[in-house]
């Protein structure tokens, strides 16, 4: 695998849900199925992956989050975040989630109407929780709502990739 590959990618079905301050799912006009995360309360979601055998267990990660407000306003931010769960070979449970430290983009939306913007998030492999080839993994993808602009509206992730970096 070389920078820039691919290694996983989400799509709103996908996803599992916490307890508690989830995404909803919805539709664009076209339709498009897309995760909603409210502007008033930080919400997530969970992906849960396994890492190619192709990985060479060091390299860095870059995951790109493709979104868009529900409203086009045009020049405003919203505050993403987004943390690893690595789950080991008789190392790690799957009945708490105990994530690694979370990092994050303060992104602007996209030039126009129903455009969507790619908001990119490198990590090391220490920060992505230390994954290795062929292990599981839980992806959390959070929206600040106490970051970016003050009341922009719903925002919507339409896609989750994880590439390379």
Not at 70 to 90: N, P
Request: with cysteine; hydrophobic share 40%; glycine share 8%.
């Amino acid at each position: 695998m070389a920078s820039g590959d691919s290694v996983d990618y989400f799509v709103p079905a996908s996803c599992h849900l916490p307890v508690a301050n989830f995404a909803t799912f919805d539709e664009t006009a076209a339709p498009h199925p897309v995760l909603e995360f409210d502007d008033a309360t930080s919400e997530s979601v969970f992906f849960m992956g396994l890492m190619p055998g192709q990985y060479d267990g060091t390299s860095g990660l870059t995951v790109v989050i493709h979104w868009k407000f529900a409203t086009f306003v045009g020049g405003q931010t919203c505050d993403w975040e987004v943390s690893f769960y690595r789950i080991s070979d008789d190392g790690d449970s799957i009945e708490a989630y105990a994530f690694a430290t979370a990092k994050a983009v303060l992104a602007t939306e996209a030039s126009a109407a129903g455009e969507v913007d790619y908001a990119s998030i490198a990590f090391t492999n220490a920060e992505a929780d230390g994954i290795q080839p062929n292990e599981q993994y839980v992806l959390r993808l959070t929206r600040d709502a106490s970051g970016g602009t003050a009341s922009p509206g719903d925002a919507q992730v339409s896609l989750v990739e994880i590439k390379l970096t």
